[in-house]
């Protein structure tokens, strides 16, 4: 199991859901999802024009949500963003995104996004698809592979430093496709920071 999928069992779950085609973009050194920088201060994004609000601490740090009008200024964007947080950590460093959209055709979407995460981040960790029977019998269950917790399938790249999850979530006649940006280094620096001596 990846690192960031252990992170997302112990209780925090972030979802980055996705609707809307998005263009490849050739990735720049620094280059954070939607066209933000990794390690970016809040400060340094609201300069462009995102609002966020509803300011939340917990494992990951403090969490911003973006106010929806202001999707628009982020420098790219999927196009049907219902939902976005931003994750600063303990040292106002950009080191987590989660964007979420709900769609009524989520299977095609989520075939959308996870070639264009494929096309970006080489490297497949891990994929898990649910069988037919129920979730919840999957869940009792609790066979890897098998359950993929709450998602009818996700899958996980990384490259470098950066993990992305990709999850396609059945709520009740509709989907959520799901993903999660996550920076691996900057997360443990910041660990590394907090521990005693």
């Known amino acids: 199991m990846s690192s960031f999928f252990r992170r997302m069992s112990m209780g925090v779950i972030l979802v980055l859901c996705v609707g809307g085609a998005l263009a490849p973009v050739a990735a720049q050194p620094g280059d954070g999802p939607l066209g933000l920088q990794w390690g970016a201060s809040k400060e340094a994004v609201e300069k462009i024009g995102l609002r966020l609000c509803c300011r939340q601490v917990g494992l990951w740090g403090a969490r911003y949500k973006v106010e929806p009008e202001t999707f628009r200024k982020f420098p790219r964007s999927f196009g049907d963003e219902k939902e976005v947080y931003l994750y ?110």
């Open 88 to 197: 600063f950590g303990n040292t106002n460093k950009l080191l987590r995104v989660y964007v979420a959209i709900v769609k009524e055709d989520g299977e095609s979407r989520f075939k959308q996004i996870t070639q264009l995460t494929s096309t970006r981040y080489k490297y497949l960790v891990e994929e898990c698809t649910r069988k037919t029977y129920e979730k919840y019998e999957a869940l009792e269950k609790e066979t890897p592979g098998v359950s993929c917790k709450e998602y009818e399938k996700y899958v996980v790249y990384k490259q470098n430093d950066i993990e992305v999850f990709v999850g396609l979530e059945k709520q009740g006649t509709n989907f959520q496709i799901s993903i999660i940006h996550f920076h691996e280094a900057l997360y443990n620096a910041e660990v590394a920071r907090d521990l005693p001596l």
